[in-house]
């Protein structure tokens, strides 16, 4: 299983003061040496974190695979094509919004999500869509020609009770099945934390995890490059358990 680490706040805490660190790029490059599969920024409209410039110079310095997070807006879909990551992930966006609250509704936009899909994939770009855990979007975003879609584990992460967080993780696990059997490939990613992962990591159909808000939090106390290590471990752990 990949682990995408997303470092959109390490320039939370730089735009908090409008300032030059700490730097986006240096966490990328010890997420690198850290073993991280892939570094994922997401690139906002409002631009409340990461910045253009960041996009291009992680894409410069990284051996190892950029993941974009983008809306369909014009502007960014532009600069994407323009920047060309390895893979585009394709998320709602809400200004007022503290964090990516739901999946994309692909069937409500539908031709504007194949249009740019269409268009990042003949630049090369391999396209995921992140959606809720629902069938109905997995054939939407099929049909839309994504190559991937990430499912999003908020329901999962959020949930309020033990019975809750089980039929969340039921949901995930059928619509991983599901979406594999479609012949896409199949990542999730948002509030997965340290006392969490573990029961999604073991999901054998994920093959790409993205996680961010946690690992940055941990690595205020412990360091970047320990608190990647310690969440592979976790996730190395589920793993061996399906072997
Ligand atoms: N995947 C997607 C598509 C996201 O939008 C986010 C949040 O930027 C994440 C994963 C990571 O979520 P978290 O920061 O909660 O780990």
Redesign the pocket.
Known sequence: MRLGV?I?HVATIRQARKTVEPEPVYAALLAQEALADGI?V?LREDRRHIQDSDVYQIKSVIKIPLNL?MSLNEEIVKIALDVKPHQA?I?PENRQEI??EGGLDVAAKFERVKDITKKLKDSGIIVSL?IDPVEGQVDEAKNAGADAV?FHTGGYANAKSGREREIELEKLVNACKYAKSLGLHVHA????AYENVKPVAAIEEIEEL?????IIAKSVFIGLKEAIRLMRQLIQEARWKLV
Not at 189 to 192: I, R, T, V
Not at 210 to 214: A, L, P, V
């Open positions: 997303n959109d994922t997401h997070e992930t998320v964090t990516t992140f990430e990613g948002h509030g997965l993205n996680i961010g808000h946690s």
